[in-house]
């Protein structure tokens, strides 16, 4: 490696650093403020709504930084509107889409013990329609007046494995996950369309677990993880051919007849597969790109989605339309021009926004404000069921860090923890899978 790529990795490492550093440091800050054990009741008996809608990494996060900022007296109250029973942890989902040993519960983490104790009414429904002074509940068909909302609603690929669960209940999430483990052990030839992460990560889990089998990967782009820098587009290729994967990269997926297992691509090839990852037939099942869940807010104001499905925000995540000051954006929904918007950027979106809506209560304009941080576009991509590699880049230069990887189930423990949860105690759960760490369930 010539010296001055070996300097400018160095600076990149420095600044990436300091940069953590900063940005870790507040959020320690912001998330260990004072907090408040009970529901107040507004004095002149009227309570005032601060409506989350989503409570994913950012919504969730949003909803118990204002929580647990609200002073005893506060005439406002929190409250959430998630359709999901459980927290989704996202990351692990491609992973628990291939391997078995009843890990797959692990990807559903209770809702509850985040909160700290801060009082936060929930509603286990999904917003149909934002008006501009209530939400509209799609199951009970309530409106939920508010007086200040934030959007964390996210993206999701038509709500489907491997890369959302599509499903709302921690039981039908983990039969959905079982159900994919089995169709991929019992496939000879899978197919799997979309080579960013998710596609790459159960192609190459599939491939390391059951080398057996013909694994093959079809990307529309001419580089896997293409919107990735150019060393782990490469590293990512290696590792893909080093196991064995076929891959087929510049095509994409025409036709599919599950009578002869013939798939057809647009250039006229055709592939052989029992089991494909984009299949028409179980719409459950696809790993191409996400779309931001911004339809709620197209009655009230069009204008703010953007061509993508984003929600135009202004610095402060207050939504880009004048006349909606009192409805914040945070987390994916919100198009802040991040180059590759994750958990990280979603999350501190999430601190932001619910800063200015605690300022807000306090009678106090908006403050804190939010830019992309490149540092936070980092992935942790895992390259087979032992190893992962983490990529950081500004655009110009690019670290790769690589790791062997032991436990199956990947970072879930230490994100339940974060969660407040004691891994892996889900009572609920077990009750509803049939007795004492439910059925089929690892450790
Ligand atoms: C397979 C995969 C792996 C990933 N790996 C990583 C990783 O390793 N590191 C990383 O930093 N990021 C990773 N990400 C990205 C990360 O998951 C997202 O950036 C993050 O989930 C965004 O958080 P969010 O809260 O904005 O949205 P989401 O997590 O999508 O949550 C949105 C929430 O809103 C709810 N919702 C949607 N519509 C409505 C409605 N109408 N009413 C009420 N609620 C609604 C949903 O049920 C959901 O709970 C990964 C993503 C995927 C798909």
């Known amino acids: 490696m010539p010296a001055t790529s070996k300097l400018s990795k160095a600076i990149l490492a420095c600044r990436l650093f300091v940069n953590f550093f900063r940005i870790y440091s507040i959020f320690v800050f912001r998330n260990h403020k004072a907090k408040r054990l009970t529901l107040p009741d507004a004095p002149d008996g009227t309570t005032r709504n601060i409506v989350v809608v989503g409570a994913n990494f950012a919504g969730y996060l949003a909803a118990r930084i204002i929580a647990i900022n609200l002073p005893p007296d506060s005439p406002y109250r929190v409250i959430v509107v998630e359709p999901n029973s459980h927290f989704n942890f996202t990351w692990v989902l491609p992973r628990f889409c291939v391997v078995e040993g009843g890990h797959e519960h692990k990807a559903f983490i209770p809702y509850g013990p985040h909160l700290n104790g801060a009082p936060v009414k929930w509603v286990q429904d999904r917003v149909a329609e934002v008006e501009r002074e209530s939400v509209r509940l799609e199951g009970s068909g309530e409106d939920i007046p508010y007086e200040m909302l934030v ?15 599509g499903a709302t209940s921690k039981v039908d999430g983990v039969r959905l996950l079982r159900d994919m483990q089995g169709r991929i052990k019992a496939a000879r030839r899978l197919l799997v369309i979309g080579g960013g992460a998710a596609g790459v990560e159960v192609a190459t889990d599939a491939k390391s677990l059951y080398p057996e089998k013909v694994v093959t990967l079809v990307h529309s782009r001419e580089a896997v993880m293409h919107r990735f820098g150019g ?22 997926l025409d036709t599919e007849d599950e009578a002869t297992g013939i798939a057809t691509l647009k250039s006229g090839r055709a592939v052989e597969y029992d089991y494909i990852l984009n299949s028409r ?65 979603a999350m501190r979106k999430a601190m932001v926004a619910a800063d ?34 983490s990529h950081f880049g500004d655009g110009k230069t690019e670290l790769l860090f690589f790791q062997k990887e032991t436990d ?30 439910g059925k089929g369930r690892g450790t």
């Open 151 to 165: 959007i964390a609603t996210g993206s999701g690929a038509g709500d489907s494995l491997p890369s959302r669960v």
């Open 281 to 345: 037939r179980w719409k459950q099942v696809r790993c191409i790109g996400q779309r931001p869940n911004s339809h709620i807010i197209a009655g009230l104001s069009k204008d703010s989605i953007t061509p993508e499905g984003h929600i135009k925000t202004k610095p402060t995540l207050q939504i880009a339309d004048d006349s909606l000051p009192n409805v914040y954006v945070c987390g994916d929904v919100a198009g802040c021009g991040e180059q590759n918007p994750n958990a990280r950027s």
């Open 408 to 437: 199956p189930a990947l970072m879930s423990e230490r994100t339940w923890r974060t969660m407040g949860v004691r891994p892996y105690e889900d009572p609920e759960f077990d009750l509803a899978e049939g007795g004492e760490g």
């Open 231 to 252: 060393e782990l587009q490469a590293e990512a290729l290696k590792s893909l051919r080093d196991l064995g994967v076929e891959l087929i990269l510049g095509d994409r």
């Open 356 to 389: 200015n809506v605690v300022l807000a209560t306090r009678g106090e304009p908006a403050k804190y404000t939010y830019e992309p941080f490149w540092g936070e576009a980092f992935i942790k991509l895992t390259l087979g069921m032992n190893r992962s590699v």
